[in-house]
């Protein structure tokens, strides 16, 4: 039994008026279900379609048209390549649509971050694409989907959100795809940009920006997924005390064609990984300096590193840093190229 409070409305402006979102759905806790009410943890993913969410939020239909469709139905744990690309060609040929105004795309919440600033990167469209998922499943008390899809729908009906980039809408709080990450593993204020900041609120439903990101995304972005069934192996190597190149030579020999280390501190390499990273680097695997901290900025440091052609990985945490790395060697294997858009993006 969904908990969530249904009750009829009768639509405020004539269906041809409203503007018509198509909603995507994925899976995650937004979808979940548990033996109980009071069962925060431990329930099953994805066990509720789009359809169940959709009429357990009827308030939706005053502000959209909106139509559903089930890409997967997985727990964000486990998101793969192929139903990102999925994602992506399905949110390029809706957007193409002139009569699709934007997309809702509902998602777990663990890689969730992952999936936005991917399809950040690779939507073709200044229409506003939405990531939505919940803290809570939708069997609890005080589940927080509805309330979270409401606003999503809302947003991604907004005109204020045209341009913005992908969106992610959790907890009356609108996060821009690039800075946002999930900060805790239960709180339903889990999504925050940190130091770098929301780019607004919802206030009774209500849209309300702030600021815009400055980096370049979405239709402005170079990279082009269309035909790619699957992307370069990138690995994310994590450092810490006693670190040695181990794990860096198993990613090498498991064909990575690129590594992100998080280091410590400004992307600081421990000095029995180095020669690791060295000698990949030299094999012809791309490497990405980037931080295990959280916040601020991995810049140039150590001249050596520099010296070794070691990148630069910017204020995106590793597993952003893999993504746009990703991307990147889809396109080029020059170092210099693929700064520039560590720079750019
Ligand atoms: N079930 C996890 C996921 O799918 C957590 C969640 O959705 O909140 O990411």
Same mark, same amino acid.
């Given at each position: 039994?969904?908990?969530?409070?249904?009750?009829?409305?009768?639509?405020?402006?004539?269906?041809?008026?409203?503007?018509?979102?198509?909603?995507?759905?994925?899976?995650?806790?937004?979808?979940?279900?548990?033996?109980?009410?009071?069962?925060?943890?431990?329930?099953?993913?994805?066990?509720?379609?789009?359809?169940?969410?959709?009429?357990?939020?009827?308030?939706?239909?005053?502000?959209?048209?909106?139509?559903?469709?089930?890409?997967?139905?997985?727990?964000?744990?486990?998101?793969?390549?192929?139903?990102?690309?999925?994602?992506?060609?399905?949110?390029?040929?809706?957007?193409?649509?002139?009569?699709?105004?934007?997309?809702?795309?509902?998602?777990?919440?663990?890689?969730?971050?992952?999936?936005?600033?991917?399809?950040?990167?690779?939507?073709?469209?200044?229409?506003?694409?939405?990531?939505?998922?919940?803290?809570?499943?939708?069997?609890?008390?005080?589940?927080?989907?509805?309330?979270?899809?409401?606003? *999503?729908?809302?947003?991604?009906?907004?005109?204020?959100? #045209? $341009?913005? /980039?992908?969106? +992610? =809408?959790?907890?009356? &709080?609108?996060?821009?795809?690039?800075?946002?990450?999930?900060?805790?593993?239960?709180?339903?204020?889990?999504?925050?940009?940190?130091?770098?900041?929301?780019?607004?609120?919802?206030?009774?439903?209500?849209?309300?920006?702030?600021?815009?990101?400055?980096?370049?995304?979405?239709?402005?972005?170079?990279?082009?997924?269309?035909?790619?069934?699957?992307?370069?192996?990138?690995?994310?190597?994590?450092?810490?005390?006693?670190?040695?190149?181990?794990?860096?030579?198993?990613?090498?020999?498991?064909?990575?064609?690129?590594?992100?280390?998080?280091?410590?501190?400004?992307?600081?390499?421990?000095?029995?990984?180095?020669?690791?990273?060295?000698?990949?680097?030299? *094999?012809?695997?791309?490497?990405?300096?980037?931080?295990? #901290? $959280?916040? /601020?900025?991995? +810049? =140039?440091?150590?001249? &050596?590193?520099?010296?070794?052609?070691?990148?630069?990985?910017?204020?995106?945490?590793?597993?952003?840093?893999?993504?746009?790395?990703?991307?990147?060697?889809?396109?080029?294997?020059?170092?210099?190229?693929?700064?520039?858009?560590?720079?750019?993006?």
């Amino acid at each position: 039994m969904v908990a969530w409070l249904t009750c009829s409305f009768s639509p405020a402006a004539s269906a041809e008026e409203l503007p018509a979102i198509e909603i995507l759905a994925t899976g995650g806790t937004i979808a979940g279900t548990a033996a109980s009410d009071t069962q925060m943890t431990g329930y099953k993913a994805g066990a509720l379609g789009i359809d169940t969410l959709l009429q357990a939020v009827p308030a939706i239909h005053d502000i959209a048209v909106v139509h559903g469709e089930q890409i997967a139905n997985t727990g964000s744990e486990s998101m793969t390549t192929d139903i990102w690309l999925k994602l992506a060609t399905r949110c390029n040929a809706l957007l193409a649509n002139p009569n699709i105004k934007g997309i809702v795309i509902t998602h777990g919440t663990d890689t969730l971050e992952e999936t936005a600033y991917f399809l950040n990167l690779v939507v073709k469209s200044d229409k506003p694409v939405v990531l939505v998922g919940a803290m809570r499943p939708a069997t609890a008390i005080s589940a927080d989907g509805p309330v979270n899809l409401l606003n *999503a729908v809302k947003l991604a009906a907004s005109p204020k959100a #045209v $341009g913005k /980039g992908v969106l +992610v =809408a959790l907890n009356d &709080e609108i996060n821009g795809a690039r800075d946002v990450t999930k900060t805790s593993t239960e709180n339903v204020a889990t999504f925050k940009s940190p130091e770098l900041g929301l780019l607004g609120y919802f206030a009774n439903g209500e849209p309300y920006f702030y600021k815009e990101t400055t980096r370049c995304h979405t239709k402005h972005t170079e990279f082009d997924v269309s035909g790619l069934t699957e992307l370069p192996r990138v690995d994310i190597i994590y450092t810490h005390v006693n670190d040695d190149r181990h794990l860096i030579d198993a990613a090498v020999h498991q064909g990575a064609k690129g590594i992100v280390y998080a280091g410590s501190g400004m992307g600081s390499i421990h000095k029995d990984a180095e020669p690791g990273l060295i000698d990949a680097q030299k *094999a012809g695997v791309v490497i990405v300096r980037s931080s295990r #901290v $959280g916040n /601020g900025m991995v +810049v =140039a440091s150590s001249a &050596e590193w520099t010296a070794e052609h070691f990148l630069n990985g910017d204020t995106l945490n590793p597993q952003k840093a893999r993504i746009l790395l990703q991307l990147a060697l889809t396109k080029t294997q020059d170092l210099d190229e693929i700064q520039r858009m560590f720079d750019t993006y």
